[in-house]
Nanobody
Framework: QVQLVESGGGLVQAGGSLRLSCAAS????????MGWYRQAPGKQRQLVAT???????NYGDSVKGRFTISRDNAKNMVYLQMNSLKPEDTAVYYC???????????WGQGTQVTVSS
């Protein structure tokens, strides 16, 4: 079992910045990849960014050049630095962790990010 807890969401103005954090606990040894996904009202959950244990990253097209994902393996944490925020970035952001071998996905409760114009 893995537990994920997000923090850092809130209300920001367009053009501003926000930093999200996710702390993992439980069966930490089983985690390989971690990442961030988001879901706006009435829309499907969308990939934001992922990072593997060895540091390989992947970004959704809509956030490339604006968001940066990072990971601290020693602290079992993953971060998302969001710059140049747009109103269309408004969504609930979910932390994700994927286990080795079985590729089972765990999800956090989500944190609300609202960008005003």
């Amino acid at each position: 079992q893995v537990q994920l807890v997000e923090s850092g969401g809130g209300l920001v103005q367009a053009g501003g910045s926000l930093r999200l954090s996710c702390a993992a606990s439980g069966s930490i040894f089983s985690i390989n990849a971690m990442g961030w996904y988001r879901q706006a009202p009435g829309k499907q959950r969308q990939l934001v960014a992922t990072i593997t244990k060895d540091g390989s990253t992947n970004y959704g097209d809509s956030v490339k050049g604006r968001f940066t994902i990072s990971r601290d393996n020693a602290k079992n944490m993953v971060y998302l630095q969001m710059n140049s925020l747009k109103p269309e970035d408004t969504a609930v952001y979910y932390c994700n962790a994927q286990t080795r071998y079985t590729l089972y996905n765990y999800w956090g409760q989500g944190t609300q990010v609202t960008v005003s114009s």
